[in-house]
Nanobody, 125 residues
Framework: VQLVESGGGLVQAGGSLRLSCGAS????????MGWFRQAPGKEREFVAV????????NYPDSVKGRSTISRDSAKNTVYLQMNSLKPEDTAVYYC???????????????????WGQGTQVTVSS
């Protein structure tokens, strides 16, 4: 499967963005889909994941309540809606795919075998 992210950009603090990740070349339903981000000089960190079924999600405390992950199986696309953005949310955001159980929601990057090229999100103060 190949992944292509879109939707990044420059936004003011308090604003919102919706990132999209289109999947092709594989069976979308075979993968849990996650979002990670990496700021300059920092480790890549987990942002959100949705299970293969779409019935289970997981978020770290840093984005919980501000972000929502969803998937559209008809469009082979996963979304990340981010609200109340903060300057510390500035990073390159990556979409990733993980072969796991139907309800699995892996949060460690080593569980993911396929990655997109990333999309830049910049939040100005």
């Amino acid at each position: 499967v190949q992944l292509v992210e879109s939707g990044g950009g420059l936004v003011q603090a308090g604003g919102s963005l919706r990132l999209s990740c289109g999947a092709s070349g594989g069976t979308f339903s075979s993968y849990a889909m996650g979002w990670f981000r990496q700021a300059p000089g920092k480790e890549r960190e987990f942002v959100a994941v949705i299970s293969r079924t779409g019935g289970s999600t997981n978020y770290p405390d840093s984005v919980k309540g501000r972000s929502t992950i969803s998937r559209d199986s008809a469009k082979n696309t996963v979304y990340l809606q981010m609200n109340s953005l903060k300057p510390e949310d500035t990073a390159v955001y990556y979409c990733a795919a993980s072969r796991t159980t139907a309800w699995g929601t892996p949060s460690h990057r080593y569980n993911y075998s396929v990655w997109g090229q990333g999309t830049q999100v910049t939040v100005s103060s």
